[in-house]
């Protein structure tokens, strides 16, 4: 919520009072640590799915992240919702039954009023719970899920071209329950780039507060 104004605010007013306050989303601070305030690229996908840069001369940009369910391309609850919708096809007979439709049947119903009712409660993180069935079925060779993967690796792909376009290639740090799986199903030439962290959003917050201390005058000036 860092970058919705009124969220940000609230936040802000709500400081106790402490001597420094530094706010950011949760991506930049996971950029931060995963290549040690250097330049880089994570793509981040679990319940949701964003990915931001860091460039040479400092600047940073980011791409997705725009919320469930008109963004997080690539994500666990992206992957969910598409198997919902697999499965509602196939009982109507659009589409022929598979793996991952029965198995979607056995866990949430397999009538109309039974999917209906799990739809009108289910939120992000209930169509995320699906996704763990869509890399099973994958596994066990349903074509669907693996179209539904390859998908899900094709949007997260985009996501590190939107923010590489016109820059130097830059080493990519592919996170989150989903994202780590689906780096795997990347280009050869993007999966030569992907690299280990070097630390956590933590340690991206504490990169954060330190370049922000070091910003302040000196005490006294």
Known sequence: GAGVAAQREAFLRADPGYALCVLDNDG???????????PGLVVAAGTGSVAAACYADGRTAQAGGWGFPVGDEGSGAWLGLRAMQHTMAVL????????????VFDQVGSTASALLAWCAQAAAPQYAHLAPLVFAEAERGDVTAQALLQAAADELQ?????????QPPLPVVASGSVGVRLAALWPAALRERVVPAEGDSAHGALLLVRAALAALPPEGG
């Open 92 to 103: 109507d007979g659009r589409e022929a039954p598979t793996l991952l439709s029965q198995t």
């Open 28 to 38: 930049v601070t996971q950029l931060l640590g995963a290549h040690g305030g250097g």
């Open 158 to 166: 985009r996501l590190v071209q939107a923010l590489q376009a016109g």
